[in-house]
């Protein structure tokens, strides 16, 4: 089955900064690549995903870059703000449209 | 307003009981998700389900039951024999083709 492995497990950032989490999978096969947002006490939120047939998609400050030949997808964090300070989750599609996740970054952005 | 509701928010359970937590959608979506979360973890899977009367196994569904009766409700039962119940349930939902997961806001089941 699909592996994903997310790094790294901690993340502080001075607010201003940006901020880069990467993700690598297993499956090539897998072909959708979502990101999700978790505050405490809270369900994850998806904030921006990336389908297998495009290299990069930006929404504002939050980007994804995935490159397909070494299995990795990246989230980008620009301009980053004291609500961005979250867990995050990558995941990767597996069989029967199920998704894989990693084991999530913590972010924290010191103002 | 459409959205995916879980409930209680928090759950006690004593030794021995069952315990159900429930899920309702009124995404009109088809397939339903439970997952676990325990600290320092990603989501694991429990059961799945793609359309209304079916559901099948995830990679952690031993001491877990669920129900697909409706299309808006999928209710997870976590039995006496599921040893380690402690732990964070969120419940996700799916619109058709390659829309993806959105979740509830989770139900956090503990052991008195």
């Known amino acids: 089955g699909e592996n994903v492995e997310q790094h790294p497990s901690t993340l502080s950032v001075q607010e201003g900064d940006s901020a880069v989490i990467k993700c690598t999978y297993s499956?090539?096969?897998?072909?959708?690549f979502p990101w999700y947002k978790q505050e405490l006490g809270k369900g994850p939120q998806l904030i921006i995903d990336i389908r297998s047939n495009v290299g990069e998609k930006k929404d504002q400050r939050i980007a994804v870059t995935l490159n397909k030949t070494a299995k990795h997808f990246s989230l980008h964090i620009t301009e980053t703000q004291p609500e961005d300070s979250a867990v995050y989750f990558c995941a990767a599609t597996q069989g029967n449209n199920r998704l894989a996740f990693g084991k999530g970054n913590q972010v924290v952005v010191i103002p | 307003d459409g959205g995916i509701t879980q409930s209680p928010k928090y759950l006690f359970r004593k030794e021995g009981q069952n315990v159900t937590l429930s899920c309702e959608q009124n995404l009109n979506h088809d397939a339903m998700y439970w997952y676990r979360q325990d600290p320092g973890q990603g989501l694991r899977l429990i059961y799945y389900s793609q359309i209304v009367n079916d559901f099948q196994k995830g990679d952690i569904a031993e001491g877990y039951s669920v129900s697909r009766e409706k299309k808006e409700s999928f209710p997870l039962t976590v039995t006496s024999a599921q040893k380690n119940p402690t732990a964070f349930y969120l419940c996700?939902?799916?619109?058709?083709?390659?829309?993806?997961?959105?979740f509830g806001d989770g139900t956090r089941l503990s052991i008195l």
């Open positions: 499956d090539s096969a897998s072909n959708y």
């Open positions: 996700a939902s799916r619109g058709g083709g390659n829309q993806p997961q959105h």
